[in-house]
């Protein structure tokens, strides 16, 4: 008996059951291309965001001759240092200050890192970065 029409239009094969096998492949290299694309991510931002905090002390002052007599930092009074002059950082270090205190531009009150520690002694010298590698020294007035 000849085929009918029907009979020759056959329908096409249909798909195997997924293999577990190959789904947990699968699965292990989305997440290797998700830790990829994380660890890309972190090398692109962690250095973006170090030139974000770097511009941060950039100083708000670019003339030292014009930074005020009395600053507030830590909630405590600094005045200029008799020896007001810009100093580098180079040169603070070999005065006597291998860890001087830095504050970026005017300080508006707020207390930095490293000005004063936890029981409440602050440094007697704090450095009001001046421009680029420019320094100025400021006393703390009153007791530390």
């Known amino acids: 008996?000849?085929?009918?029409?029907?009979?020759?239009?056959?329908?096409?094969?249909?798909?195997?059951?997924?293999d577990p096998?190959?789904?947990?492949?699968?699965?292990?290299v989305v997440?290797?291309?998700?830790?990829?694309?994380f660890v890309v991510t972190i090398g692109i931002f962690v250095p973006a965001i170090g030139v974000i905090v770097e511009q941060a002390r950039t100083p708000v002052v670019s003339d030292p001759a014009s930074l005020p007599g009395m600053i507030l930092v830590c909630d405590r009074?600094?005045?200029?240092?008799?020896?007001?002059?810009?100093?580098?950082?180079?040169?603070?270090?070999?005065g006597g200050d291998p860890d001087p205190a830095v504050v970026s531009g005017l300080p508006t009150g707020g207390c930095p890192t490293g000005v004063c520690v936890e029981d409440g002694m602050c440094s007697t010298v704090v450095y009001v970065l001046?421009?680029?590698d420019h320094?100025?020294?400021?006393?703390?007035?009153g007791g530390p």
């Open 77 to 94: 009074e600094y005045t200029r240092s008799a020896t007001s002059e810009p100093r580098t950082l180079a040169a603070v270090r070999a």
């Open 21 to 28: 096998r190959n789904r947990g492949i699968g699965l292990a």
């Open 31 to 37: 997440g290797a291309a998700a830790i990829i694309a």
């Open 130 to 132: 001046a421009g680029p």
């Open 135 to 141: 320094y100025v020294a400021y006393e703390l007035q």
């Open 1 to 18: 008996m000849p085929p009918t029409p029907a009979q020759n239009h056959a329908l096409p094969p249909q798909p195997k059951p997924a």
